[in-house]
């Protein structure tokens, strides 16, 4: 029996929305497959005290050597997923479904001379028309409301005869939910269009009868036949409610496979979802590197030759739609390439509205996952880390492996709230608790090189000062940015029991600083280092554009293969250090979207300032009040009111009004 934790996912891997999953065992069979409304808690749940499993699940999560999983737009979506998928697998650990009994069908038999509306379970039956899988409580009540509006007999063949010879209908007859064809109340013919009415709407077909339902609810209005109007009203909203189809059940009649990509410069993961019938009957998934640079037109070429190329003559493998995110460069091509295979016509497209384009956001949604989940294994895997800094060893000629990395990345809007970001990642993984923020002004604000020099310098300025243990001050880079000086550090014989002080938070240099651009960046991260005089970092660039990599005083950039682990471990890092630039900018930018009358004025932060604004009412008060009336406000002294004062007439004196950008709004009254 294998142990659960050998092939226990993560618990950050495993999404949180709807899904089914499979469990299999060590020859890949599937030996269960369940349904959750969030796979997160419900997979956690398999891995927990194996004493407190039930002894079927218990065997279960024992004798399977690996979980997967898909995610669905809705529950309702995993029912009928999970549903298909049993019937396809069928898993010896379901035992609940492979008894006598199944999920109900709603079925027409159009084969008898008055067909029926009943609800049906088991193998298929000649002449019988099947609508599908519901719940059972779900069925029953669309049954009962779809009689009201489509009085198909329902009964049994027994209770049919009785009321045949009698001449009494039953009760459905008597509270009009069956036409009684029974006792001749409608023929043969109209009953038999009544059935095919029925199917028509479950089929589908549900606008024209909404909207003769319509037409005869306002031709009651016109009559003044208000509760016949009443009634028609909620036939409508019932019907309205029944026809509410989710995008993984399509018609009976669709055959396609729906293929979604998700991809990174590097990287696609991508996912096929094949119907047949109307129902997801396989999932196909797999993660391709980029070896070289292709477009998703490109990508979807490749894939479609990749997938059908050896399927000639097999209509099954090959349905009459394949849609894709984006068309291929040639589709008529492709189509009658595919038509070819197939033995007769393709139809290769990109699904625009409806329910294909929902199952089709479905797919793309699980290709994403599959992607992120493809992308933390990698991240996690040990083995991997480490022939990733090997390589970047190797490949950039450093005496030692970077165990630790650091990139710098800056970010603005036009020039304004410039801001610059550190990340950290030692041995492969990142050292969030070592990011850091930087706020940048002045007139390194106004260039991008000229920014990056001063984020290095600052970082590297505190790297010079912490490594000294007792220091007269301390640079110290504060969430805001700004450096700060602290207190020194208490003496060695202060220290409680005269233990050496701690080094700083900027003690450790890293072995690789990695800057987001080009040969300019280099260039500048570099000057920063030489005019701190420290020559045991190595920096290099990573360009986006190209994904090169550049080297200081080096006219041509290192190119490292596309599917290099290296490669890789520098993508993420700038794409981290570009996240945590872009999230400080949005944060500064938000705050400066308001501007007030009283920014500005040094010493009053936020609670004096609302103090203020309760004492006077209104800034125009305030400027017009003296430094005295000022200092009656608590909390503020004499020479934070006179610098109040003198920050308001100057304010006054330039006519500026303190305005809301957003909105537009003046703030002073």
Known sequence: MADPASYRPRTGEIPTEPGVYRFRDQHGRVIYVGKAKSLRSRLNSYFANPAGLTPKTYAMVHAASSVEWTVVGSELESLQLEYTWIKEFKPRYNVVFRDDKSYPYLAVTLGEKFPRVQVMRG???????????????AIRETMDTLLRVFPVRSCSAGVFRRAEASGRPCLLGYIDKCSAPCVGRISEEDHR??????????????????????????DAVAELNYEQAARIRDDIAAMRKVFERNAVVLADTTDADLFAIHEDELEASVQVFRVRGGRIRSQQGWVVEKVEDTTPADLVEHLLQQAYGEEAGNTDRIPREVLVPVLP???????????????????????????????????????????KLHKTRRAGDITTRSLAIQELQEA???????????????????????????VVVEDG?????????????????????????????RRFRAYLRDRVHVPETIGRVDDGGAEAAEPAAAAPEEAVLGAPPQPGKFAYPPNLVVVDGGKPQVAAAQ?????????????????????????????????????????????????????????????????????????????????????????????????????????????????????????????????????????????EP
């Open 396 to 422: 950039l000629e450093l005496d030692e492996p970077p165990l630790r990395i650091e990139c710098f990345d800056i970010s603005h809007v036009q020039g304004t709230n410039v801001v610059g970001s550190m």
């Open 193 to 218: 269009a009544l059935a095919e009415d029925f199917c028509s709407f479950m089929g589908g077909e549900a606008g024209r009868f909404l909207r003769r339902l319509e037409r005869d609810m306002k």
């Open 429 to 457: 993984l990142p050292r969030k608790s070592e990011y850091r923020k930087f706020t940048i002004t002045g007139a390194a604000a106004h260039d991008d090189t000229a920014a990056m020099d001063d984020v290095l310098t």
């Open 329 to 371: 460069p040639e589709p008529a091509q492709l189509a009658e390439w595919l038509s070819g295979l197939r033995g007769s016509r393709v139809d290769v497209r990109v699904p625009q509205r409806g329910d294909k384009a929902q199952l089709m956001e479905t797919v793309r949604t699980n290709a994403e996952q599959a992607l």
């Open 527 to 667: 000057r920063a280092l030489d005019a701190l005089g420290i020559t045991e970092v190595r920096v290099v660039g990573l360009a986006k554009r190209l994904e090169e990599v550049w080297l200081p005083d080096s006219d041509f950039p290192v190119i490292l293969p596309r599917a290099s682990q290296g490669l890789y471990l520098l993508q993420r890092i700038r794409d981290e250090a570009h996240r945590f630039a872009i999230t400080f900018h949005r944060q500064r930018r938000g705050k400066a979207m308001t501007a007030s009358a009283l920014d500005g004025v040094p010493g009053l932060g936020e609670s004096k300032r609302k103090a203020l604004l309760s004492h006077f009412g209104s800034v125009k008060k305030m400027r017009a009040a003296t430094v005295e009336e000022l200092c009656e406000v608590k909390g503020i002294g004499t020479v934070l009111a006179t610098a109040i004062h003198a920050h308001l007439t100057r304010a006054s004196a330039d006519e500026v009004p303190a305005v809301n950008y957003t909105t537009g709004e003046i703030l």
């Open 123 to 137: 193998e298929r039956r000649k002449g019988t028309k099947y609508f599908g899988p519901y719940t059972a409580g």
